[in-house]
């Protein structure tokens, strides 16, 4: 019989595990299944949206919330009251329990003063406005993790097209040159030059391949997608001028950034824990209330009421550690604050910097720097063909063009980037 008891007790506890699990995974956000070679078309706009309902650092900020709920629940809540049951009897000259006892089942009940369930609330509350803070916060960081990784990626898709572009070109002119060669028109180490700067320009499409692939896997993760998936991206990189006024914007950062409401939260957070802390000075209030039943030979018979009164008598501890703990709680709360100030108010700054001189550098291949090194390239590639250049003023012209190519993307891209940064900082998207 035992065993059937522990058997039939095991299986109820199995029971209620899969009906909790049930209901958890029931409400955890779940990606829409892909096949096997699905492919998503996603703008930045898109990602940003997908991301926000699938990141798991989100999901796992999100949770914060709700146990600062709980924390307020329990602190909305009363002291259980206490049932004790007392009994007194005799056992001599034939005395029994039952004749002679006394049972007093009594009640109590703790009644907090100084209005501490009060200030225990106040405190759960700040709790919630710091938890939403928080997430708050958590979504200004990583979505600029996902912005610049989204841009990455494109980055290295115009990385693999301009080496690409090379490779295709120099592999026609290796493909011209070794006819050439069999000609007797050329040096052999005219041609051994051009093969090797195909070599070179391969590989050169290899790395910005395997740089592409890369930022791919980091968006896929932040997406929360399966490796399986293909992503076609449908923001291009271009360049949108924007000037910010930096004073405007360490304002706009100083009064909204959530991390900063965060700060501030939690020293008015402090603030209410040391009332409570303060509170404890004065001593809780335990009224009980009891019904006293005596046996037929006690020894005044009838039935009695009981009514009890308790309270701490504060001679030694008066939480003077709690008290000095919740002011030192208090300083470091404001001093954080403080702290966080000044560091956003130069992070506005130096982000601010930071974009315009990536804006000036980016304007400054766009007045003409890009054409030129194309056009330089087309002229002494045509000046080679026609016996007007030598195979090293031809090389040299590619990679000069090469250089300036990869230079404007390296700063298009970084340009965008502190854009993002600049938004991170400020806590909100600039659109002037």
């Known amino acids: 019989?035992?065993?059937?008891?522990?058997?039939?007790?095991?299986?109820?506890?199995?029971?209620?595990?899969?009906?909790?699990?049930?209901?958890?995974?029931?409400?955890?956000?779940?990606?829409?299944?892909?096949?096997?070679?699905?492919?998503?078309?996603?703008?930045?706009?898109?990602?940003?949206?997908?991301?926000?309902?699938?990141?798991?650092?989100?999901?796992?900020?999100?949770?914060?919330?709700?146990?600062?709920?709980?924390?307020?629940?329990?602190?909305?809540?009363?002291?259980?009251?206490?049932?004790?049951?007392?009994?007194?009897?005799?056992?001599?000259?034939?005395?029994?329990?039952?004749?002679?006892?006394?049972?007093?089942?009594?009640?109590?009940?703790?009644?907090?003063?100084?209005?501490?369930?009060?200030?225990?609330?106040?405190?759960?509350?700040?709790?919630?406005?710091?938890?939403?803070?928080?997430?708050?916060?958590?979504?200004?960081?990583?979505?600029?993790?996902?912005?610049?990784?989204?841009?990455?990626?494109?980055?290295?898709?115009?990385?693999?097209?301009?080496?690409?572009?090379?490779?295709?070109?120099?592999?026609?002119?290796?493909?011209?040159?070794?006819?050439?060669?069999?000609?007797?028109?050329?040096?052999?180490?005219?041609?051994?030059?051009?093969?090797?700067?195909?070599?070179?320009?391969?590989?050169?499409?290899?790395?910005?391949?395997q740089d592409t692939e890369s930022a791919r896997a980091d968006l896929r993760v932040l997406l929360q997608l399966p490796a399986t998936t293909k992503l076609e991206l449908t923001t291009d990189m271009e360049y949108r001028r924007i000037d910010p006024d930096v004073r405007a914007m360490q304002q706009l950062a100083l009064d909204g950034r959530p991390d900063i409401r965060v700060k501030r939260i939690a020293r008015a957070q402090r603030s209410a824990d040391l009332k409570l802390a303060q509170a404890y000075r004065y001593p809780d209030v335990t009224i009980g209330g009891g019904y006293a039943l005596q046996g037929p030979q006690g020894p005044d018979n009838p039935q009695q009421l009981g009514l009890s009164v308790g309270v701490p008598l504060p001679l030694f501890n008066r939480n003077q550690g709690g008290i000095a703990q919740g002011e030192v709680n208090v300083q470091v709360a404001e001093a954080d604050l403080r702290k966080t100030l000044v560091e956003v108010e130069n992070q506005?700054?130096?982000?601010?910097?930071?974009?315009?001189?990536?804006?000036?550098?980016?304007?400054?291949?766009?007045?003409?720097?890009?054409?030129?090194?194309?056009q330089t390239l087309t002229i002494v590639e045509r000046a080679y063909e026609r016996g007007g250049a030598t195979i090293l003023e031809l090389l040299d012209a590619a990679r000069t063009a090469r250089s300036i190519q990869l230079n404007y993307l390296e700063s298009l891209f970084n340009y965008q980037r502190n854009v993002f940064q600049l938004e991170s900082a400020v806590g909100r998207e600039i659109s002037t």
């Open 1 to 209: 019989m035992r065993e059937k008891f522990l058997l039939a007790v095991a299986i109820l506890c199995f029971s209620i595990a899969l009906s909790i699990a049930g209901a958890v995974a029931a409400e955890m956000p779940v990606a829409q299944p892909t096949g096997p070679a699905a492919t998503a078309r996603l703008s930045l706009d898109e990602a940003l949206a997908l991301f926000l309902r699938q990141n798991l650092d989100l999901i796992i900020a999100k949770y914060g919330i709700d146990y600062a709920q709980g924390q307020a629940i329990t602190a909305r809540l009363f002291p259980n009251p206490v049932l004790s049951v007392g009994a007194v009897g005799s056992w001599t000259q034939g005395r029994t329990l039952s004749r002679s006892g006394q049972v007093y089942p009594q009640v109590q009940q703790l009644f907090e003063m100084a209005g501490k369930r009060g200030y225990r609330i106040e405190s759960a509350a700040y709790g919630i406005q710091g938890a939403e803070a928080a997430f708050e916060d958590a979504i200004r960081q990583l979505s600029f993790t996902l912005k610049e990784t989204y841009y990455r990626v494109q980055l290295g898709l115009r990385r693999l097209n301009l080496a690409e572009e090379n490779r295709d070109r120099f592999a026609r002119i290796l493909e011209i040159n070794t006819v050439r060669f069999k000609k007797g028109f050329i040096a052999e180490v005219d041609l051994i030059r051009i093969r090797l700067q195909v070599v070179d320009f391969q590989s050169q499409v290899i790395t910005a391949l």
């Open 348 to 374: 506005v700054d130096i982000a601010h910097r930071n974009l315009i001189q990536s804006r000036n550098l980016v304007e400054a291949y766009q007045k003409g720097v890009l054409e030129d090194a194309r």
